[in-house]
């Protein structure tokens, strides 16, 4: 299984496997990552799944859904690379992913 | 101090329903919603946007679920207080005494706690210098525009709410219009207008920024901008407006003694009740094994919880279960004809 890597604002560091198929956002609710909350469930409705993608990744993820960006300006300190991970999907491409999570979700 | 069988707190589709299965079994009940109209998450958050799992409805909006939900309760008197939150809670005499943010107190057996995930505020600015001018200079929300007359206002955000208050207080105020990329989502014709003003020097609009910190004494003087390559931009503002839509917190609920996880309320299966007699979790807020966050759970728990609050409200009757096709009892309550 692909491995995501979420590093929290403080530094600590959590890989963990998420099965193919899965959102960024799911892989974290199910391994208890705190500093993602989810709100919504995954319905892009809300902004409280928010994450920092590097650069080198940025491009390799899924591209940003219509309306995102719409959701990431309502989020906790937006920058140019926030994402919501519920909009992240993991593939095999993507193993090995880093997401840094913001100082908080609200 | 409003007396009634059961306070329903929150008015989206679960809290709507949970008052239509307490009214149909002869308890009264009145609903409180911190937002300023009735459907919760469905009209906050996405009343345009199709939803395909209710129960023999193949489709609706968050709108048309809440206007169906709303016509489901007409034959009921239904009193809601909206824009106000739940704050305080007392147990007095085996009774649950609740008051609002607005004053407003409930005397109430039952507690019916229908919250989605929490209520409504709007987000604020994040660099924390700007929570001594909160609601003074720095603004969520417009009451009085009249307050910004001849002032120099700057506002933040990229939405219908941000655009049209720029382009209103843009008439007699100086505005800044600051928002973090240049796209907005509004509507085109406002876009337009805006960036027609922007042309003519009406209004100073500041595109991949956001704000970096604010300066003043006692009242704001100054902000300070950084955009996308970090160079930083200081502007004389009176006034600082933040429109970032709203954002979801559990609010003083989280103080009320219940067993929390995350953000969600445990609750039994039998009558969705908390750990304290009579107050119940019902809808998205309330956590149990197995839980799913649909609205039809929301439904089936809200019915399971209103015949809980039955033994509370009426502890001399008992409650006899009866069906809406065959009930004179409730046909009359529903002002229909029987058969």
Same mark, same amino acid.
């Given at each position: ?106 | ?5 059961? =306070? ?5 589709p679960?809290?709507l329903f ?40 193949? #489709? ?5 679920l809440t206007?169906n939900l709303l016509?489901q ?12 939150? +739940? ?65 120099? +206002? ?6 219908? $709410? ?34 027609? =003003? ?10 991949? $920024?956001?704000?970096?910190? +604010? ?25 600082? =407006? ?24 445990? +609750? ?27 609205? =039809? ?24 279960? #009866? ?17």
């Open positions: 299984m692909p491995k995501i890597i979420y590093i929290e604002n403080n530094g600590k560091s959590h890989s963990v496997e998420v099965a193919e198929g899965l959102t960024v956002m799911e892989g974290a609710v199910q391994n208890n990552i705190p500093g993602i909350d989810a709100d919504c469930g995954g319905g892009m409705a809300c902004a409280t799944c928010h994450v920092y993608v590097k650069d080198e990744w940025f491009d390799k993820i899924t591209k940003k859904s219509e309306g995102e960006d719409d959701m990431i300006d309502q989020a906790y300190e937006p920058k140019k690379n926030s994402r919501l991970s519920c909009q992240i999907q993991v593939s095999p491409e993507i193993d090995g992913l880093e997401v840094h999570l913001p100082e908080k979700q609200v | 101090m409003i007396k009634t069988d059961a =306070l329903i707190v929150g008015a989206g679960t809290g949970t008052a239509h299965q307490l009214k149909l079994i002869g308890l009264g009940c009145e609903i409180v919603d911190n937002l300023d109209k009735i459907g919760g998450q469905c009209i906050e958050l996405y009343p345009d946007k199709p939803i395909y799992d209710i129960p023999a409805i193949p #489709e609706c909006t968050g709108e048309e206007q016509d309760l007409k034959p009921f008197n239904i009193k809601f207080h909206l824009s106000e939150r +739940v704050d305080e809670l007392k147990q007095v005499n085996n009774k649950w005494k609740v008051k609002t943010n607005k004053g407003t107190e409930f005397e109430t057996p039952n507690i019916i706690i229908a919250g989605g995930v929490g209520s409504f505020e709007p987000r604020k600015f994040s660099p924390k210098e700007c929570e001594k001018f909160e609601n003074k200079t720095i603004l969520y929300s417009i009451k009085d525009k009249k307050i910004f007359h001849g002032k120099t +206002v700057s506002i933040f955000g990229g939405g219908d $709410s941000a655009l049209d208050w720029a382009l209103e207080l843009s008439k007699n105020s100086k505005v800044n219009l600051i928002h973090r990329r240049d796209e907005f989502k509004a509507a085109q014709a406002t876009v337009d207008k805006v960036k027609e =003003l922007s042309n003519a020097g009406k209004i100073n609009l500041i595109t991949n $920024s956001q704000l970096k910190t +604010v300066n003043g004494n006692g009242e704001l003087e100054e902000i300070e901008i950084e955009n996308d390559n970090k160079e930083t931009k200081k502007l004389k503002s009176d006034y600082a =407006l933040g429109f970032f839509g709203l954002i979801m917190q559990l609010g003083p609920i989280a103080n009320w003694g219940l067993n929390l996880n995350k953000k969600t309320i445990e +609750v039994d299966t039998e009558k969705f009740e908390t750990n304290q007699k009579g107050i119940y979790a019902v809808g998205d807020i309330c956590n149990y094994p197995g839980k799913l966050k649909l609205i =039809l759970s929301g439904f089936h728990e809200g019915a399971l919880a209103a015949r809980a609050c039955f033994k509370l409200a009426r502890p001399n009757e008992k409650y006899r279960f #009866e069906f809406t096709t065959s009930s004179k009892t409730i046909k009359n309550r529903l002002g229909v004809k029987s058969d």
